[in-house]
């Protein structure tokens, strides 16, 4: 699995001025509102790990990659630990950064719960399918939640009220704390499912 | 080994070994099977009993003629993911191989012509000391020099590592008959010829009724094909006897009508 972190280390880092262009847009975007920036700067680490599947998929790539000593079901934690890692590199540029300005460490917390929950989403789909359709699932699923809940909020604004007089009750940081504790648990899960779902992949 | 694979309109079904020591050919049309054999023995397919062969990948290197590593790379940053991925690789033989054949490892793989990327994948395949080579078509694309230089570096390969085995799949007979031992023909999924003499091969032209023809395998027009050389050149000096070639073999067993 060395072998397969150096490789995506590596291929993220031809892209490095896409990197580096976007961390300047979310520390300008972030400077009056600090939760744009950690929200931005980890869900575009978290789209970019993705893309070492397409770089590896790419020009029937999986059958040289494959012929490596891995098995697949190292390929699917490798992707996992890697996507991991690259998230775990933005929270901790996030969280210096907020040390600049007043923030909120629960939001910073929330946001990275939400960044892992999203890659546990799509890295199925990625994995199983190939790049362009996980993508299209990610999409779906953050708008189809955006819509979902502006509907619910204009139509059962009672629903969401509920929600925030139960939220208001619990301690911050117990919340953050335990919803980070869940979306890592629900990382794992999907790993899981992946390796199941990638047995069945056909390599070519 | 047995090798079963079924497709919706094809099906693989054929047995063959490779000896260490030995190079062997697997020569087939387009479409034969070659690949799909090689991604059994390697278990990145299933067979049709849903059994996958297990392999240790350490101990074996594959060229594949239409797949190579990410083409945004380039030779420095791939030797670093072989040295974390093999326990073998030979860093030493790799980068010797790399300025005898003058490649440049800082350009990007996209900018390598086809010559320059078949050589570094037989460069990468020969670096790791395997005990097994597997080789789907690693000349095809290539002008007569660097195919030269190719079968070269897997001449001397040989030379140095005695009990390799080594596979060569192609369609390209001619690069063949002067390197491999064994030779295995394949057509739709089946082996229709396994020989390691081809010397006793020939073609028979202008035999007329007094010639015996029970050793005459198949036939295209009035030419025979025969694996009886010393039979007919013995007892028919008038008959004009050529050798047959990898190419003649293949297309006579193929299209040829049984005698």
């Known amino acids: ?204 | 080994m047995r090798f079963v694979k079924t497709y919706n309109d094809f099906k693989l079904d054929c047995k063959l070994e490779l000896k260490p020591g030995t190079i062997t050919a697997l020569i087939g049309c387009n479409g034969s099977g070659k690949t799909t054999l090689f991604k059994l023995y390697l278990g990145l397919i299933e067979d049709d009993d849903k059994h996958t062969n297990q392999v240790n990948k350490e101990e074996i290197g594959v060229v594949w003629n239409d797949s190579s590593f990410s083409l945004v790379l380039n030779v420095l940053e791939i030797k670093k993911i072989l040295m974390y991925s093999y326990k073998h690789f030979d860093c030493d033989y790799f980068d010797f191989m790399l300025s005898r054949f003058e490649l440049d490892p800082k350009k990007p793989l996209k900018e390598y012509s086809t010559g320059m990327l078949s050589k570094l994948k037989i460069i990468i395949a020969t670096s790791l000391h395997a005990k097994t080579l597997l080789l789907d078509e690693p000349t095809s694309g290539l002008d007569v020099i660097a195919r030269n230089e190719v079968l070269d570096l897997l001449r001397d390969y040989m030379e140095q590592n005695e009990e390799t085995s080594i596979l060569i799949s192609s369609h390209i007979a001619s690069d063949l008959e002067g390197l491999c031992d064994e030779f295995y023909f394949i057509e739709k999924g089946k082996i229709i010829l396994c020989e390691q003499d081809l010397e006793s091969y020939a073609l028979l032209k202008g035999a007329d009724e007094t010639v015996d023809l029970s050793y005459a395998l198949k036939k295209i027009g009035m030419t025979y094909l025969t694996n009886e050389r010393q039979f007919y050149v013995e007892n028919y000096p008038n008959l004009v006897i050529e050798k047959a070639h990898i190419d003649d073999l293949m297309e006579y067993m193929i299209k040829g009508e049984t005698v």
Do not use: W
Not at chain 1, 18 to 44: E, H, K, P, Q
Not at chain 1, 179 to 187: A, D, G, P, W
């Open chain 1, 1 to 204: 699995m060395k072998g397969l972190l150096v490789k995506d280390f590596l291929l993220m880092m031809k892209s490095k001025k896409v990197i580096l262009f976007m961390l300047f847009i979310g520390i300008i975007g972030g400077i009056n509102d600090i939760s744009f920036a950690t929200g931005y700067i980890l869900m575009v680490l978290a789209i970019l790990s993705l893309s070492t599947i397409s770089y590896d998929e790419a020009n029937h790539g999986l059958k040289t990659l494959f012929t490596l000593p891995i098995s697949k079901s190292d390929y699917v934690k490798e992707k996992y630990l890697f996507s991991l890692m690259i998230t775990g590199i933005g929270f901790v540029f996030v969280t210096i950064l907020g040390c600049f300005s007043k923030s909120g460490f629960m939001e910073t917390l929330i946001i990275l719960s939400t960044a892992l929950l999203l890659l546990a989403l799509s890295l199925p789909f990625q994995l199983k399918e190939g790049n362009e359709k996980g993508r299209i699932v990610l999409f779906v699923v953050v708008f189809g939640c955006t819509f979902l809940f502006a509907f619910l909020n204009q139509f059962i604004p009672k629903f969401f009220e509920s929600i925030e007089s139960v939220l208001n009750t619990l301690d911050p940081i117990m919340f953050s704390v335990s919803l980070l504790i869940t979306s890592f648990v629900l990382y794992f899960f999907s790993m899981m499912i992946s390796i199941r779902v990638y047995k069945n992949r056909v390599l070519d």
